[in-house]
């Protein structure tokens, strides 16, 4: 079936280095994108999120980009910190319809001092 | 922001027993709420949507009668694992949708649940 898919389980940068996530999606039906932190024993946390008509949208520390051509969403986190250290995951859905999240493989980044 | 709250965060039992999570959305009313299981080192799976005052929608290869999902109130979901067994040892998280705001989906803290 039609999944959301990362394509690196895990990334290791440096304390102040800029972190890039990539995420590939299948469905091209959805039209919303969210990316999540999740720390271990916790539930998601919401980083930043884009709608279909975007292709880049820009948070604090964080920007997402999407290239519809090629189904493909990617967060990046500038000077990143031993704080952002968890695993990512993105996820996608038609938002108008209501309909549940799907979630990515996730990615677990860590940042060493 | 909306706050999602869980209860209980852990939970041990033994097999064969019924273990009820209960999902609530604490300042907003949510007409949907979802149900996701997550093993250790992995993604969230989605098992059931529930509607408020209706029955819940479940995920291929989830056993209702094993998965009893009861959303009674716009705050309220409930999820009762039945009859457990040491493989539905999980993670189990709920999100909420916030159907009179921007739409968007929160996500509960989640609750460890461990059958012994």
């Known amino acids: 079936g039609e999944s959301v898919g990362l394509h690196l389980p895990t990334l290791s940068v440096q304390e102040g280095d800029n972190s890039i996530i990539n995420c590939a999606y299948s469905?091209?039906?959805?039209?919303?994108f969210i990316w999540y932190k999740q720390e271990s024993g916790k539930g998601p946390q919401f980083i930043i999120d884009?709608?279909?008509?975007?292709d880049k949208r820009q948070g604090q520390r964080v920007t997402v980009l999407l290239n519809k051509t090629v189904k493909h969403l990617s967060l990046q986190i500038a000077a990143t910190q031993p704080g952002d250290s968890a695993v990512y995951f993105c996820a996608e859905n038609k938002r108008q319809a209501g309909t549940a999240l799907i979630f990515g493989k996730g990615t677990t980044l860590s940042v060493s001092s | 922001g909306a706050v999602v709250s869980q209860h209980p965060s852990r939970v041990i039992c033994k097999s064969g027993t019924s273990v009820k999570i209960e999902c609530r959305s604490l300042d907003f009313q949510a007409t949907t709420m979802f149900w996701y299981r997550q093993f250790p080192k992995q993604s969230l799976m989605l098992m059931a949507t529930?509607?408020?005052?209706?029955?819940?929608?479940?995920e291929q290869g989830v056993e209702k009668d094993k998965f009893l999902i009861n959303h009674a109130s716009l705050t309220l979901s409930t999820l009762t694992v039945t009859s457990a067994h040491p493989e539905d040892s999980s993670f189990y998280i709920c999100s909420a949708r916030d159907a009179t705001g921007t739409d968007t989906q929160y996500f509960g803290p989640g609750t460890r649940l461990t059958v012994l």
């Open positions: 884009i709608r279909s008509n975007m």
């Open positions: 529930s509607n408020e005052g209706s029955k819940a929608t479940y």
């Open positions: 469905n091209s039906a959805s039209d919303y």
